[in-house]
């Protein structure tokens, strides 16, 4: 997970009380309760031309071990400029990254097995990893894991919808985890799909909030559920 660091309500502004050059890592400020505990970002500049900044440790009256050029380049300020913790490019980059890894972490720790492991232990320990097992046959590593690969290609989605067909799938006995593909990762969840459960033998539907532009490879994980 990528780090994120906390605001502060209506992003106050302060301004620099000295000049600064590029490489200075001790920034003075006129306010510095502006600025969140450290570790955290700022921005130096209004426009394009701004500087996002991050400063490890705060002072009585200065940001100090910063990292200049975090956005934009590292370049002289004069005395007055405005700085102040403002909402950055990589605030969001952070955020959606760490969306999407939760995202993914959740669907594969959503199933425990009964030695208390959760399916995304076992698969990163590569207990469940071996084999393509046979139309729900019970595979040849992990208990009773076998992977069943489709693709949803882009003329298969209809008012949201896609019914993907495969013998594999069975209505009772199995439990089933969905996960995409890393190369259709980032297009799987930027369109919000999610899967039905199996109530119809060989079939199960997928639904998305907006319609891909590629077709995705999806690898369905099915697990036999005793008793």
């Excluded at 069975?170 to 089933?176: F, K, M």
Aim: hydrophobic letters at 35%; aromatic letters at 8%; proline letters at 5%.
């Amino acid at each position: 997970m990528k780090p994120m660091y906390y605001g502060i309500p209506f992003s106050p502004q302060a301004t620099l009380t000295d000049t600064i050059g590029a490489a200075d890592t001790i920034i003075k400020v006129s306010d510095v309760s502006a600025f969140p505990d450290a570790p955290n970002y700022a921005t130096i500049g209004t426009d394009e031309g701004g500087e996002t900044i991050l400063y490890t440790a705060k002072t009585a009256n200065a940001l100090s071990g910063c990292t200049r050029g975090v956005e934009g380049s590292a370049k002289s300020w004069n005395a007055g400029e405005l700085i102040g913790r403002n909402y950055t490019a990589a605030d969001h980059a952070a955020m959606i990254d760490n969306i999407k890894d939760a995202a993914k972490t959740a669907e594969a720790d959503g199933v425990t097995f009964d030695d208390g492991e959760t399916f995304q232990e076992k698969y990163n320990s590569g207990e469940l990893k071996g084999g393509k097992g046979d139309q729900g046959d019970q595979g040849p590593a992990g208990p009773g894991a076998n992977e069943i690969a489709v693709t949803l290609p882009v003329s298969g989605w209809s008012n949201g919808a896609q019914t993907v067909q495969n013998a594999g799938l069975v209505v009772s006995g199995y439990g089933y985890i969905i996960t995409p593909d890393p190369d259709s990762y980032g297009a799987y969840t930027s369109a919000v799909i999610h899967a039905d459960s199996v109530t119809t033998a060989g079939q199960i539907t997928f639904h998305c909030e907006e319609t891909p532009t590629e077709a995705l490879k999806v690898s369905i994980m099915k697990i036999k559920v005793e008793g």
